[in-house]
């Protein structure tokens, strides 16, 4: 077997591994009880676009940062967003 020839079966093997992957995904969001937010969550959401960061959050809400660091660990905690570090400051983008 040339290594070409192995190499095809590995990018098979992983091609029907993503299938089954995108599977149980799908599943997965099927079952899972569909999350609710309150109103202060859903502004904050809302701001989670991988170009605010924590301060930006502060200033746009009103909100005191510790306010804004415990809805977005609540936001997180949901899987509805994740923090993303860009050129060293971290930012918050929807999942």
């Excluded at 192995?6 to 569909?34: T, V, Y």
């Excluded at 937010?37 to 930006?56: A, Q, W």
């Amino acid at each position: 077997m040339t290594s070409k020839d192995q190499f095809g079966e590995l990018l098979q093997s992983l091609k029907n591994i993503e299938e089954k992957i995108d599977i149980l995904i799908s599943l997965q969001k099927r079952s899972a009880p569909k999350v609710t937010i309150g109103k202060e969550e859903s502004k904050v959401l809302k701001l989670c676009d991988k170009k605010h960061t924590i301060d930006d959050i502060v200033r746009e809400t009103g909100k005191k940062e510790n306010n804004v660091k415990v809805i977005l660990s609540h936001l997180k905690d949901k899987g509805l967003i994740r923090s993303v570090e860009i050129k060293g400051i971290i930012v918050y983008e929807r999942i």
